[in-house]
Protein backbone atom coordinates (compact mmCIF):
# COMPACT_ATOMS: atom_id res chain seq x y z
CA UNK A 1 0.00 0.00 0.00
CA UNK A 2 2.47 2.60 1.20
CA UNK A 3 4.71 1.11 -1.77
CA UNK A 4 1.98 1.89 -4.28
CA UNK A 5 1.32 5.73 -2.92
CA UNK A 6 5.17 6.35 -3.06
CA UNK A 7 5.60 4.42 -6.59
CA UNK A 8 2.17 5.79 -7.70
CA UNK A 9 3.87 9.45 -6.61
CA UNK A 10 6.91 9.01 -8.30
CA UNK A 11 5.47 7.99 -11.18
CA UNK A 12 5.21 11.40 -13.12
CA UNK A 13 7.40 12.64 -11.13
CA UNK A 14 7.57 15.99 -12.25
CA UNK A 15 4.56 16.60 -12.04
CA UNK A 16 3.95 15.50 -8.54
CA UNK A 17 7.33 18.03 -7.97
CA UNK A 18 5.49 20.65 -9.47
CA UNK A 19 2.22 20.05 -7.65
CA UNK A 20 4.89 20.04 -4.52
CA UNK A 21 6.95 23.00 -5.26
CA UNK A 22 3.95 25.19 -6.45
CA UNK A 23 2.74 24.29 -3.01
CA UNK A 24 5.48 24.72 -0.90
CA UNK A 25 6.07 27.58 -2.97
CA UNK A 26 2.93 28.85 -2.07
CA UNK A 27 2.88 28.31 1.43
CA UNK A 28 6.25 30.03 1.79
CA UNK A 29 4.83 33.09 0.71
CA UNK A 30 2.43 32.56 2.82
CA UNK A 31 4.65 32.49 6.01
CA UNK A 32 6.28 35.48 4.73
CA UNK A 33 3.25 37.01 4.81
CA UNK A 34 2.13 36.13 8.12
CA UNK A 35 5.33 36.37 9.53
CA UNK A 36 5.59 40.02 8.16
CA UNK A 37 2.55 40.67 8.79
CA UNK A 38 3.06 39.56 12.78
CA UNK A 39 5.92 42.08 12.51
CA UNK A 40 3.41 45.02 11.48
CA UNK A 41 0.66 44.12 14.21
CA UNK A 42 2.93 45.58 16.92
CA UNK A 43 0.37 48.43 16.90
CA UNK A 44 -2.41 46.50 17.93
CA UNK A 45 -0.20 44.30 20.55
CA UNK A 46 0.88 47.68 22.49
CA UNK A 47 -2.45 49.48 21.88
CA UNK A 48 -2.83 51.30 25.07
CA UNK A 49 -6.41 52.09 25.48
CA UNK A 50 -6.24 54.18 28.56
CA UNK A 51 -3.93 57.16 26.66
CA UNK A 52 -4.47 59.43 24.58
CA UNK A 53 -1.77 61.23 22.16
CA UNK A 54 -2.30 65.08 20.96
CA UNK A 55 -0.54 66.29 18.00
CA UNK A 56 -1.21 69.28 15.63
CA UNK A 57 -3.86 68.75 13.64
CA UNK A 58 -2.32 69.59 10.51
CA UNK A 59 0.17 67.05 11.05
CA UNK A 60 2.85 65.28 12.95
CA UNK A 61 5.38 67.24 11.53
CA UNK A 62 3.98 70.39 13.00
CA UNK A 63 4.86 70.81 16.96
CA UNK A 64 2.34 71.82 19.90
CA UNK A 65 3.26 74.77 22.03
CA UNK A 66 4.51 74.00 25.28
CA UNK A 67 1.76 75.56 27.00
CA UNK A 68 -0.79 72.71 26.06
CA UNK A 69 0.30 70.52 28.30
CA UNK A 70 -0.90 72.46 31.38
CA UNK A 71 -4.30 72.94 29.76
CA UNK A 72 -4.66 69.29 28.90
CA UNK A 73 -4.62 68.34 32.27
CA UNK A 74 -7.63 70.29 32.69
CA UNK A 75 -10.09 68.30 30.92
CA UNK A 76 -12.27 65.91 32.78
CA UNK A 77 -10.48 61.91 33.34
CA UNK A 78 -6.94 63.05 32.02
CA UNK A 79 -5.12 61.98 34.65
CA UNK A 80 -1.92 62.88 33.99
CA UNK A 81 -0.08 64.78 30.50
CA UNK A 82 3.48 64.65 29.09
CA UNK A 83 5.43 66.09 26.36
CA UNK A 84 7.38 63.16 23.95
CA UNK A 85 8.77 64.46 21.01
CA UNK A 86 10.54 62.54 17.76
CA UNK A 87 14.00 63.46 17.93
CA UNK A 88 15.34 61.46 15.03
CA UNK A 89 18.72 62.27 14.07
CA UNK A 90 21.55 60.01 13.04
CA UNK A 91 23.35 57.64 15.18
CA UNK A 92 26.88 56.76 13.96
CA UNK A 93 25.65 56.31 10.06
CA UNK A 94 22.61 55.45 8.20
CA UNK A 95 23.68 51.74 8.57
CA UNK A 96 19.67 50.00 9.61
CA UNK A 97 20.88 48.39 12.64
CA UNK A 98 22.05 52.36 14.34
CA UNK A 99 18.61 53.19 13.03
CA UNK A 100 16.21 53.33 16.44
CA UNK A 101 13.68 54.95 17.56
CA UNK A 102 14.88 58.71 19.51
CA UNK A 103 12.50 60.29 21.55
CA UNK A 104 12.76 63.83 24.12
CA UNK A 105 10.60 63.69 27.02
CA UNK A 106 10.47 65.43 30.04
CA UNK A 107 11.27 63.07 33.25
CA UNK A 108 8.98 65.16 35.66
CA UNK A 109 5.69 63.25 34.21
CA UNK A 110 6.79 60.46 31.90
CA UNK A 111 6.34 57.83 33.88
CA UNK A 112 2.88 58.94 35.18
CA UNK A 113 2.20 58.44 31.90
CA UNK A 114 4.46 55.38 30.47
CA UNK A 115 3.60 53.31 33.84
CA UNK A 116 4.49 50.01 31.95
CA UNK A 117 8.08 50.14 31.30
CA UNK A 118 10.25 48.97 34.25
CA UNK A 119 12.90 50.73 36.10
CA UNK A 120 15.56 49.94 38.46
CA UNK A 121 14.77 53.23 40.74
CA UNK A 122 18.60 54.02 41.18
CA UNK A 123 18.97 54.26 37.48
CA UNK A 124 15.66 56.20 37.26
CA UNK A 125 16.39 58.86 39.23
CA UNK A 126 20.56 58.79 37.97
CA UNK A 127 18.63 59.17 34.43
CA UNK A 128 16.24 61.90 35.81
CA UNK A 129 18.56 64.35 37.69
CA UNK A 130 21.39 64.64 34.54
CA UNK A 131 20.15 67.19 31.69
CA UNK A 132 22.06 64.79 29.33
CA UNK A 133 21.33 61.78 30.58
CA UNK A 134 19.56 59.07 28.02
CA UNK A 135 17.69 55.89 28.79
CA UNK A 136 17.77 52.91 26.55
CA UNK A 137 15.76 49.40 26.44
CA UNK A 138 17.67 46.68 27.68
CA UNK A 139 17.35 45.10 24.07
CA UNK A 140 18.85 47.76 22.06
CA UNK A 141 21.70 48.31 24.82
CA UNK A 142 22.40 44.41 24.09
CA UNK A 143 22.41 45.12 20.42
CA UNK A 144 24.51 47.96 20.59
CA UNK A 145 26.75 46.70 23.41
CA UNK A 146 26.15 49.93 25.86
CA UNK A 147 26.94 49.93 29.33
CA UNK A 148 25.70 52.17 32.14
CA UNK A 149 27.99 55.01 31.92
CA UNK A 150 28.50 54.94 28.09
CA UNK A 151 28.43 58.03 26.07
CA UNK A 152 27.23 58.96 22.49
CA UNK A 153 26.80 61.60 20.72
CA UNK A 154 23.49 62.42 18.15
CA UNK A 155 24.02 63.73 15.03
CA UNK A 156 20.83 66.54 14.63
CA UNK A 157 18.89 66.29 11.01
CA UNK A 158 15.43 67.26 12.22
CA UNK A 159 17.17 69.55 14.78
CA UNK A 160 20.74 71.46 13.34
CA UNK A 161 22.28 70.42 16.74
CA UNK A 162 24.00 67.18 17.86
CA UNK A 163 23.20 65.59 21.20
CA UNK A 164 25.93 64.11 23.36
CA UNK A 165 24.20 61.92 25.94
CA UNK A 166 24.93 59.57 29.13
CA UNK A 167 23.41 56.17 29.37
CA UNK A 168 21.87 56.25 32.99
CA UNK A 169 18.84 53.71 32.78
CA UNK A 170 17.70 50.57 31.03
CA UNK A 171 14.45 49.72 31.22
CA UNK A 172 12.95 46.73 30.46
CA UNK A 173 9.38 46.09 28.67
CA UNK A 174 7.38 43.20 28.07
CA UNK A 175 7.04 43.28 24.29
CA UNK A 176 10.30 43.15 23.11
CA UNK A 177 9.83 45.47 20.20
CA UNK A 178 9.37 48.28 22.71
CA UNK A 179 12.98 47.90 23.72
CA UNK A 180 14.67 49.47 21.28
CA UNK A 181 13.90 53.24 21.83
CA UNK A 182 16.06 55.53 23.79
CA UNK A 183 14.52 58.62 25.65
CA UNK A 184 16.81 61.74 26.55
CA UNK A 185 16.04 65.04 28.07
CA UNK A 186 13.52 67.52 26.01
CA UNK A 187 14.71 70.28 27.90
CA UNK A 188 18.40 69.73 26.78
CA UNK A 189 17.31 70.28 23.30
CA UNK A 190 14.45 73.05 24.04
CA UNK A 191 17.83 74.49 25.33
CA UNK A 192 20.47 73.93 22.67
CA UNK A 193 17.67 75.11 20.36
CA UNK A 194 17.34 78.39 22.43
CA UNK A 195 14.16 77.15 23.97
CA UNK A 196 11.09 77.69 21.13
CA UNK A 197 9.19 76.33 23.69
CA UNK A 198 7.33 73.54 21.22
CA UNK A 199 7.13 70.18 21.17
CA UNK A 200 5.60 67.60 18.84
CA UNK A 201 3.32 65.17 21.12
CA UNK A 202 1.27 65.05 24.39
CA UNK A 203 0.29 61.65 25.46
CA UNK A 204 -2.59 61.60 28.01
CA UNK A 205 -3.11 59.15 31.14
CA UNK A 206 -7.15 58.50 30.96
CA UNK A 207 -8.63 57.40 34.70
CA UNK A 208 -11.22 55.35 32.38
CA UNK A 209 -10.50 53.81 28.72
CA UNK A 210 -14.38 54.56 28.11
CA UNK A 211 -13.68 58.21 27.94
CA UNK A 212 -11.24 58.47 25.70
CA UNK A 213 -13.97 60.13 22.95
CA UNK A 214 -15.12 62.15 24.87
CA UNK A 215 -11.79 63.33 26.07
CA UNK A 216 -10.67 63.28 22.31
CA UNK A 217 -14.00 65.76 21.54
CA UNK A 218 -13.18 67.99 24.93
CA UNK A 219 -9.20 68.19 23.38
CA UNK A 220 -10.02 69.45 19.96
CA UNK A 221 -12.71 71.70 21.47
CA UNK A 222 -10.10 73.43 23.49
CA UNK A 223 -7.99 74.61 21.07
CA UNK A 224 -10.59 74.94 17.95
CA UNK A 225 -10.40 78.33 18.12
CA UNK A 226 -6.06 78.74 18.54
CA UNK A 227 -3.41 78.96 16.02
CA UNK A 228 -2.66 75.48 16.54
CA UNK A 229 -5.67 73.14 16.15
CA UNK A 230 -4.76 69.68 18.25
CA UNK A 231 -6.08 66.10 16.52
CA UNK A 232 -6.24 63.64 19.35
CA UNK A 233 -6.70 60.42 19.13
CA UNK A 234 -6.07 56.87 20.70
CA UNK A 235 -2.57 55.42 21.25
CA UNK A 236 -4.34 52.86 18.93
CA UNK A 237 -5.28 55.19 16.62
CA UNK A 238 -1.81 57.14 16.35
CA UNK A 239 0.05 53.89 15.70
CA UNK A 240 -2.18 53.25 12.72
CA UNK A 241 -1.98 57.09 11.81
CA UNK A 242 1.78 57.11 12.24
CA UNK A 243 1.57 54.02 10.10
CA UNK A 244 -0.72 54.71 8.41
CA UNK A 245 -1.23 52.25 5.44
CA UNK A 246 0.01 49.19 7.67
CA UNK A 247 -4.03 48.67 8.33
CA UNK A 248 -4.89 48.65 4.61
CA UNK A 249 -1.35 46.56 3.96
CA UNK A 250 -2.51 43.83 5.92
CA UNK A 251 -5.88 43.34 4.98
CA UNK A 252 -4.39 43.63 1.16
CA UNK A 253 -1.67 40.55 2.71
CA UNK A 254 -4.87 38.88 3.87
CA UNK A 255 -6.36 38.97 0.64
CA UNK A 256 -3.76 37.44 -1.05
CA UNK A 257 -2.90 34.96 1.22
CA UNK A 258 -6.31 33.62 0.91
CA UNK A 259 -6.18 33.95 -2.74
CA UNK A 260 -3.20 31.71 -2.90
CA UNK A 261 -4.57 29.38 -0.42
CA UNK A 262 -7.17 29.04 -3.10
CA UNK A 263 -5.31 28.98 -5.95
CA UNK A 264 -2.44 26.24 -4.70
CA UNK A 265 -6.03 24.27 -3.73
CA UNK A 266 -7.22 24.64 -7.01
CA UNK A 267 -4.02 23.34 -8.37
CA UNK A 268 -3.64 20.26 -6.24
CA UNK A 269 -7.21 19.24 -6.38
CA UNK A 270 -6.48 19.45 -10.31
CA UNK A 271 -3.36 17.64 -10.50
CA UNK A 272 -4.75 14.54 -7.61
CA UNK A 273 -7.87 14.76 -10.51
CA UNK A 274 -5.95 14.26 -12.95
CA UNK A 275 -3.54 11.29 -11.39
CA UNK A 276 -7.05 9.40 -10.38
CA UNK A 277 -8.50 9.86 -13.27
CA UNK A 278 -5.64 8.81 -15.23
CA UNK A 279 -5.77 5.30 -12.99
CA UNK A 280 -9.00 4.95 -12.93
CA UNK A 281 -9.03 1.30 -15.14
CA UNK A 282 -6.32 0.27 -12.03
CA UNK A 283 -8.17 0.96 -9.15
CA UNK A 284 -10.97 -1.04 -11.14
CA UNK A 285 -7.87 -3.96 -11.24
CA UNK A 286 -6.72 -3.34 -7.90
CA UNK A 287 -10.51 -4.22 -6.75
CA UNK A 288 -10.90 -6.87 -8.67
CA UNK A 289 -8.01 -8.33 -7.23
CA UNK A 290 -10.08 -7.17 -3.77
CA UNK A 291 -8.72 -4.00 -2.54
CA UNK A 292 -11.80 -2.69 -0.69
CA UNK A 293 -13.41 0.50 -1.50
CA UNK A 294 -11.63 2.16 1.49
CA UNK A 295 -8.46 0.98 0.49
CA UNK A 296 -8.78 2.40 -2.52
CA UNK A 297 -9.81 5.50 -1.34
CA UNK A 298 -7.20 5.70 1.85
CA UNK A 299 -4.29 5.18 -1.15
CA UNK A 300 -5.89 8.27 -2.84
CA UNK A 301 -6.53 10.26 -0.54
CA UNK A 302 -2.53 8.76 1.29
CA UNK A 303 -1.12 10.14 -2.43
CA UNK A 304 -2.55 13.63 -2.33
CA UNK A 305 -2.23 13.95 1.48
CA UNK A 306 1.72 12.80 0.85
CA UNK A 307 2.00 15.78 -1.21
CA UNK A 308 0.34 18.26 1.15
CA UNK A 309 2.87 17.25 3.76
CA UNK A 310 5.43 17.25 1.78
CA UNK A 311 5.19 20.35 0.22
CA UNK A 312 3.94 22.07 3.11
CA UNK A 313 7.43 20.64 4.93
CA UNK A 314 9.11 22.03 2.03
CA UNK A 315 7.75 25.37 2.27
CA UNK A 316 7.74 25.46 5.66
CA UNK A 317 11.63 24.46 5.56
CA UNK A 318 12.37 27.25 2.85
CA UNK A 319 10.50 29.86 5.21
CA UNK A 320 12.03 28.85 8.07
CA UNK A 321 15.95 29.24 6.39
CA UNK A 322 14.89 32.53 4.72
CA UNK A 323 13.58 34.32 7.91
CA UNK A 324 16.69 33.21 9.66
CA UNK A 325 18.71 34.61 7.19
CA UNK A 326 16.59 37.93 6.76
CA UNK A 327 16.02 38.43 10.50
CA UNK A 328 18.78 40.78 11.01
CA UNK A 329 18.57 42.14 8.03
CA UNK A 330 14.66 43.03 7.54
CA UNK A 331 14.62 43.72 11.74
CA UNK A 332 16.73 46.65 10.85
CA UNK A 333 15.12 48.02 7.88
CA UNK A 334 12.74 49.73 10.49
CA UNK A 335 9.95 46.74 9.72
CA UNK A 336 11.02 45.10 13.26
CA UNK A 337 10.27 47.33 15.60
CA UNK A 338 7.80 44.84 17.00
CA UNK A 339 10.46 41.72 16.20
CA UNK A 340 10.23 40.03 13.36
CA UNK A 341 10.23 36.42 14.42
CA UNK A 342 9.47 32.76 13.08
CA UNK A 343 6.45 32.34 14.84
CA UNK A 344 5.53 28.64 15.38
CA UNK A 345 1.60 29.97 14.91
CA UNK A 346 2.57 31.06 11.44
CA UNK A 347 4.21 27.51 10.36
CA UNK A 348 1.49 25.87 11.98
CA UNK A 349 -0.88 27.43 10.20
CA UNK A 350 0.96 26.79 6.90
CA UNK A 351 1.72 23.27 7.47
CA UNK A 352 -2.07 22.90 8.50
CA UNK A 353 -3.17 24.92 5.38
CA UNK A 354 -0.87 22.36 3.33
CA UNK A 355 -2.09 19.50 4.64
CA UNK A 356 -5.93 20.88 4.90
CA UNK A 357 -5.17 21.28 0.78
CA UNK A 358 -3.75 17.74 0.35
CA UNK A 359 -6.80 15.97 1.93
CA UNK A 360 -9.33 18.01 0.36
CA UNK A 361 -7.82 18.01 -2.61
CA UNK A 362 -7.83 14.15 -2.58
CA UNK A 363 -11.25 13.36 -1.19
CA UNK A 364 -13.10 14.35 -4.13
CA UNK A 365 -10.92 11.61 -6.91
CA UNK A 366 -10.77 9.14 -4.04
CA UNK A 367 -14.40 9.11 -3.48
CA UNK A 368 -15.15 9.27 -7.36
CA UNK A 369 -12.53 6.40 -7.59
CA UNK A 370 -13.95 4.55 -4.53
CA UNK A 371 -17.58 4.88 -5.96
CA UNK A 372 -16.89 3.42 -9.48
CA UNK A 373 -18.31 0.43 -10.31
CA UNK A 374 -15.76 -1.74 -11.11
CA UNK A 375 -17.14 -2.81 -14.08
CA UNK A 376 -16.94 0.64 -15.34
CA UNK A 377 -13.72 1.20 -14.75
CA UNK A 378 -12.69 -1.53 -16.20
CA UNK A 379 -14.51 -0.41 -19.52
CA UNK A 380 -12.59 2.62 -19.68
CA UNK A 381 -9.35 1.72 -21.72
CA UNK B 1 -17.22 -37.13 -8.46
CA UNK B 2 -15.61 -33.22 -8.30
CA UNK B 3 -17.23 -30.85 -6.56
CA UNK B 4 -18.81 -27.62 -8.84
CA UNK B 5 -17.51 -24.54 -8.67
CA UNK B 6 -19.66 -22.64 -10.86
CA UNK B 7 -23.44 -22.85 -10.48
CA UNK B 8 -25.58 -20.26 -12.64
CA UNK B 9 -29.06 -20.71 -12.95
CA UNK B 10 -31.31 -18.74 -14.99
CA UNK B 11 -29.34 -15.79 -14.75
CA UNK B 12 -30.04 -12.46 -16.79
CA UNK B 13 -28.50 -9.21 -16.91
CA UNK B 14 -29.95 -6.11 -17.85
CA UNK B 15 -27.80 -2.53 -18.98
CA UNK B 16 -30.56 0.26 -18.40
CA UNK B 17 -29.49 2.72 -21.31
CA UNK B 18 -32.07 6.05 -20.42
CA UNK B 19 -35.79 4.21 -20.99
CA UNK B 20 -34.57 1.28 -23.04
CA UNK B 21 -33.90 -2.00 -21.06
CA UNK B 22 -30.68 -3.70 -23.19
CA UNK B 23 -31.22 -7.70 -22.01
CA UNK B 24 -27.38 -8.52 -22.35
CA UNK B 25 -27.87 -11.78 -20.68
CA UNK B 26 -31.29 -13.93 -21.25
CA UNK B 27 -31.03 -16.56 -18.47
CA UNK B 28 -28.20 -18.62 -18.13
CA UNK B 29 -27.44 -22.10 -16.76
CA UNK B 30 -24.32 -23.14 -16.50
CA UNK B 31 -22.25 -25.69 -14.14
CA UNK B 32 -18.75 -26.16 -14.08
CA UNK B 33 -16.55 -28.42 -12.39
CA UNK B 34 -13.63 -28.31 -10.26
CA UNK B 35 -10.70 -29.27 -12.83
CA UNK B 36 -12.40 -28.28 -15.79
CA UNK B 37 -10.95 -25.74 -18.76
CA UNK B 38 -14.30 -24.40 -20.40
CA UNK B 39 -13.86 -21.82 -23.50
CA UNK B 40 -16.44 -19.17 -23.53
CA UNK B 41 -16.92 -17.92 -27.37
CA UNK B 42 -19.87 -15.74 -28.95
CA UNK B 43 -20.24 -13.18 -31.14
CA UNK B 44 -18.97 -9.19 -30.32
CA UNK B 45 -21.53 -7.89 -27.64
CA UNK B 46 -23.15 -11.62 -27.34
CA UNK B 47 -22.45 -10.87 -23.09
CA UNK B 48 -19.03 -12.76 -22.79
CA UNK B 49 -17.70 -10.36 -20.48
CA UNK B 50 -20.49 -9.54 -19.06
CA UNK B 51 -20.92 -12.96 -17.95
CA UNK B 52 -17.50 -13.51 -16.82
CA UNK B 53 -17.55 -10.00 -14.28
CA UNK B 54 -20.60 -11.48 -12.62
CA UNK B 55 -18.70 -14.61 -11.78
CA UNK B 56 -16.13 -12.62 -11.00
CA UNK B 57 -18.50 -10.97 -8.74
CA UNK B 58 -17.01 -7.13 -9.49
CA UNK B 59 -20.92 -7.02 -11.45
CA UNK B 60 -24.26 -8.29 -10.45
CA UNK B 61 -27.10 -10.09 -11.94
CA UNK B 62 -30.40 -8.69 -12.73
CA UNK B 63 -32.02 -11.97 -11.47
CA UNK B 64 -31.10 -15.81 -11.10
CA UNK B 65 -29.08 -17.34 -8.96
CA UNK B 66 -25.13 -17.32 -8.79
CA UNK B 67 -23.24 -19.60 -6.67
CA UNK B 68 -19.28 -19.41 -7.14
CA UNK B 69 -16.86 -21.15 -4.96
CA UNK B 70 -20.05 -21.91 -2.67
CA UNK B 71 -20.91 -18.85 -2.09
CA UNK B 72 -23.36 -16.97 -3.17
CA UNK B 73 -22.07 -14.10 -4.36
CA UNK B 74 -24.99 -11.64 -4.92
CA UNK B 75 -25.62 -11.52 -1.34
CA UNK B 76 -22.29 -10.30 -0.37
CA UNK B 77 -21.39 -6.79 0.63
CA UNK B 78 -18.89 -4.75 -0.63
CA UNK B 79 -16.30 -5.52 1.75
CA UNK B 80 -16.88 -9.25 2.25
CA UNK B 81 -17.16 -9.70 -1.93
CA UNK B 82 -14.01 -8.09 -1.74
CA UNK B 83 -12.78 -10.23 0.59
CA UNK B 84 -14.39 -13.46 -1.03
CA UNK B 85 -12.55 -11.98 -4.49
CA UNK B 86 -9.52 -12.12 -3.55
CA UNK B 87 -9.76 -15.85 -2.01
CA UNK B 88 -11.32 -17.50 -4.89
CA UNK B 89 -11.20 -15.74 -8.17
CA UNK B 90 -7.87 -14.98 -9.83
CA UNK B 91 -8.58 -12.79 -12.95
CA UNK B 92 -6.48 -12.07 -16.01
CA UNK B 93 -7.38 -9.29 -18.71
CA UNK B 94 -7.26 -9.19 -22.49
CA UNK B 95 -4.97 -5.81 -21.71
CA UNK B 96 -2.67 -7.55 -18.95
CA UNK B 97 -3.35 -4.39 -16.44
CA UNK B 98 0.01 -5.03 -15.02
CA UNK B 99 0.62 -1.87 -11.90
CA UNK B 100 2.82 0.27 -14.11
CA UNK B 101 4.81 1.94 -11.28
CA UNK B 102 5.61 -1.97 -9.49
CA UNK B 103 7.95 -4.08 -10.86
CA UNK B 104 7.06 -7.64 -12.03
CA UNK B 105 7.69 -9.07 -8.48
CA UNK B 106 5.26 -6.23 -6.50
CA UNK B 107 2.72 -7.15 -8.89
CA UNK B 108 2.39 -10.49 -8.28
CA UNK B 109 2.87 -9.79 -4.66
CA UNK B 110 0.06 -7.31 -4.67
CA UNK B 111 -3.08 -9.71 -3.99
CA UNK B 112 -0.50 -11.16 -1.57
CA UNK B 113 -0.39 -8.21 0.71
CA UNK B 114 -4.35 -8.23 1.81
CA UNK B 115 -3.45 -11.37 3.21
CA UNK B 116 -1.84 -11.43 6.62
CA UNK B 117 1.57 -13.73 6.07
CA UNK B 118 5.26 -13.21 6.27
CA UNK B 119 7.21 -11.58 4.03
CA UNK B 120 9.52 -14.68 3.35
CA UNK B 121 5.74 -16.66 3.09
CA UNK B 122 5.23 -14.06 0.26
CA UNK B 123 8.70 -14.01 -1.05
CA UNK B 124 8.13 -18.23 -1.39
CA UNK B 125 4.78 -17.64 -3.36
CA UNK B 126 5.74 -15.05 -5.64
CA UNK B 127 9.00 -16.76 -6.49
CA UNK B 128 7.07 -19.92 -6.99
CA UNK B 129 3.87 -17.97 -8.94
CA UNK B 130 6.84 -16.50 -11.82
CA UNK B 131 8.82 -19.99 -11.95
CA UNK B 132 5.60 -21.63 -12.88
CA UNK B 133 5.22 -18.65 -15.55
CA UNK B 134 8.66 -18.49 -16.80
CA UNK B 135 9.83 -15.40 -15.13
CA UNK B 136 11.77 -15.68 -12.66
CA UNK B 137 14.83 -14.30 -13.66
CA UNK B 138 12.04 -11.06 -14.81
CA UNK B 139 11.38 -10.35 -10.95
CA UNK B 140 12.87 -6.69 -11.16
CA UNK B 141 11.50 -5.67 -14.47
CA UNK B 142 8.75 -3.56 -14.96
CA UNK B 143 6.12 -3.88 -16.99
CA UNK B 144 7.11 -1.46 -19.65
CA UNK B 145 10.45 -3.22 -19.56
CA UNK B 146 8.40 -6.43 -20.85
CA UNK B 147 6.73 -8.09 -23.95
CA UNK B 148 2.86 -8.29 -23.85
CA UNK B 149 3.51 -12.57 -23.46
CA UNK B 150 5.62 -11.49 -20.25
CA UNK B 151 3.28 -8.99 -19.21
CA UNK B 152 0.08 -11.15 -19.83
CA UNK B 153 2.54 -14.23 -17.90
CA UNK B 154 2.95 -11.65 -15.06
CA UNK B 155 -0.69 -11.61 -14.98
CA UNK B 156 -0.96 -15.07 -14.29
CA UNK B 157 1.91 -15.05 -12.35
CA UNK B 158 -0.47 -12.91 -10.23
CA UNK B 159 -4.09 -14.37 -10.70
CA UNK B 160 -2.90 -17.58 -9.55
CA UNK B 161 -0.60 -16.44 -6.42
CA UNK B 162 -3.11 -16.86 -3.88
CA UNK B 163 -4.12 -20.82 -5.42
CA UNK B 164 -7.68 -19.39 -6.64
CA UNK B 165 -10.60 -21.52 -6.71
CA UNK B 166 -11.51 -20.07 -9.90
CA UNK B 167 -8.92 -18.60 -13.01
CA UNK B 168 -11.18 -16.30 -14.99
CA UNK B 169 -9.69 -15.34 -18.16
CA UNK B 170 -11.03 -12.78 -20.60
CA UNK B 171 -9.59 -12.77 -24.13
CA UNK B 172 -6.07 -13.28 -22.84
CA UNK B 173 -4.82 -13.97 -26.19
CA UNK B 174 -6.60 -10.92 -27.66
CA UNK B 175 -3.69 -8.59 -27.51
CA UNK B 176 -0.98 -10.62 -28.53
CA UNK B 177 1.11 -12.26 -31.63
CA UNK B 178 0.37 -15.99 -32.27
CA UNK B 179 3.56 -17.07 -30.75
CA UNK B 180 3.36 -15.04 -27.04
CA UNK B 181 -0.88 -16.32 -27.36
CA UNK B 182 0.61 -20.06 -27.90
CA UNK B 183 2.61 -19.70 -24.91
CA UNK B 184 -0.37 -18.42 -22.55
CA UNK B 185 -2.31 -21.27 -24.10
CA UNK B 186 0.47 -23.16 -22.86
CA UNK B 187 0.52 -22.05 -19.56
CA UNK B 188 -3.31 -21.96 -19.09
CA UNK B 189 -3.18 -25.38 -20.29
CA UNK B 190 -0.24 -26.30 -17.85
CA UNK B 191 -2.49 -24.63 -15.18
CA UNK B 192 -5.12 -26.74 -15.40
CA UNK B 193 -3.04 -30.26 -16.12
CA UNK B 194 -0.91 -30.09 -13.89
CA UNK B 195 -1.84 -28.14 -10.78
CA UNK B 196 -5.99 -28.86 -11.32
CA UNK B 197 -6.86 -24.91 -11.57
CA UNK B 198 -11.06 -24.31 -12.78
CA UNK B 199 -10.43 -22.24 -15.58
CA UNK B 200 -13.31 -20.30 -17.73
CA UNK B 201 -11.74 -18.37 -20.52
CA UNK B 202 -13.56 -16.26 -22.98
CA UNK B 203 -11.60 -16.25 -26.16
CA UNK B 204 -12.89 -15.33 -29.83
CA UNK B 205 -9.65 -17.53 -31.33
CA UNK B 206 -11.16 -21.53 -32.03
CA UNK B 207 -7.38 -22.84 -31.48
CA UNK B 208 -7.37 -21.11 -28.13
CA UNK B 209 -11.30 -22.44 -27.64
CA UNK B 210 -9.63 -25.79 -29.23
CA UNK B 211 -7.11 -26.25 -26.11
CA UNK B 212 -10.32 -26.16 -23.75
CA UNK B 213 -11.71 -29.29 -22.39
CA UNK B 214 -15.30 -28.07 -22.90
CA UNK B 215 -16.47 -25.58 -25.54
CA UNK B 216 -19.77 -23.35 -24.34
CA UNK B 217 -20.96 -20.80 -26.95
CA UNK B 218 -22.60 -17.70 -26.29
CA UNK B 219 -25.12 -16.13 -28.43
CA UNK B 220 -27.42 -12.97 -27.95
CA UNK B 221 -27.12 -13.55 -24.23
CA UNK B 222 -28.13 -16.83 -24.70
CA UNK B 223 -26.13 -20.48 -24.46
CA UNK B 224 -26.83 -22.00 -27.59
CA UNK B 225 -24.28 -24.67 -26.99
CA UNK B 226 -22.09 -26.58 -24.80
CA UNK B 227 -19.86 -29.31 -26.54
CA UNK B 228 -16.65 -31.23 -25.03
CA UNK B 229 -13.58 -29.02 -26.81
CA UNK B 230 -11.24 -31.07 -28.92
CA UNK B 231 -8.14 -29.87 -25.54
CA UNK B 232 -6.02 -32.30 -24.59
CA UNK B 233 -7.76 -33.65 -21.46
CA UNK B 234 -11.23 -34.55 -23.67
N1 LIG C 1 -21.96 -0.96 -18.20
C1 LIG C 1 -22.69 -1.14 -19.30
N2 LIG C 1 -23.67 -0.28 -19.58
C2 LIG C 1 -24.44 -0.48 -20.68
N3 LIG C 1 -24.25 -1.46 -21.54
C3 LIG C 1 -23.27 -2.35 -21.32
C4 LIG C 1 -22.44 -2.23 -20.18
N4 LIG C 1 -21.55 -3.23 -20.20
C5 LIG C 1 -21.83 -3.95 -21.33
N5 LIG C 1 -22.83 -3.41 -21.99
C6 LIG C 1 -23.41 -3.94 -23.22
O1 LIG C 1 -23.67 -5.29 -23.04
C7 LIG C 1 -23.40 -6.01 -24.23
C8 LIG C 1 -22.47 -7.14 -23.94
O2 LIG C 1 -21.22 -6.64 -23.59
P1 LIG C 1 -19.96 -7.58 -23.30
O3 LIG C 1 -18.83 -6.73 -23.00
O4 LIG C 1 -20.37 -8.60 -22.31
O5 LIG C 1 -19.79 -8.27 -24.70
P2 LIG C 1 -18.67 -9.28 -25.14
O6 LIG C 1 -19.35 -10.51 -25.53
O7 LIG C 1 -17.62 -9.37 -24.11
O8 LIG C 1 -18.12 -8.55 -26.41
P3 LIG C 1 -16.60 -8.50 -26.95
O9 LIG C 1 -16.37 -9.79 -27.61
O10 LIG C 1 -16.60 -7.38 -27.89
O11 LIG C 1 -15.74 -8.28 -25.77
C9 LIG C 1 -22.84 -5.01 -25.22
O12 LIG C 1 -23.88 -4.64 -26.11
C10 LIG C 1 -22.43 -3.86 -24.37
O13 LIG C 1 -22.58 -2.66 -25.07
MG1 LIG D 1 -15.60 -8.80 -23.94
Redesign the pocket.
Given at each position: MIKLIRRNLLRNKRRTFLTMASLAMALFILSLLGVVNDAMSFADDSAMPDRLVVRNAISLTFPLPEAYEQRLRTIDNVVSVTPQNWFQGVYKDQRPENFFPRFTIDPATFRSVFYDLEWNEEEWEAFAAQRTAFAAGRELTEIQGWSLGDTITIKGDIYPIDVELQLRAIYDFDEPGQERQIFFHRRYVEEAMGNPGQNGTYWLLLDDPEAAPAVIAAAEAMFENSDNQVRAETAEAFAASFTEMLGNIRFFFSMIGLAIVISIFLITANTMAMAARERTTEVSVLRTLGFRRNQVLGMVIGESLAVGVLGAALGVGFTAVAIQGATPFLDQMGFGFGGFALDVQVLATAVAIGIAVGLLSGVFPAVAAARLKI??GL?RL | MAETVVQLRDVTKN?R?DAFE?K?LQGITLDVEAGDYVALM??????????LNLLAGIDQPTSGELIVAGQQVSRLGESKLALWRQRHIGFIFQFYNLIPVLTAYENVELPLTLRKSSRAARRKRVETALSVVGLQNRMKHYPRQLSGGQEQRVAIARAIVTDPTLLLAD?PTGDLDAESGGEVLDLLGQLNEQFNKTILM?T?DPKAAARAKRLVR?DKGRLVASAPGGGTGA
Open positions: VDR | YRLVGPSGSGKSTLEVHL
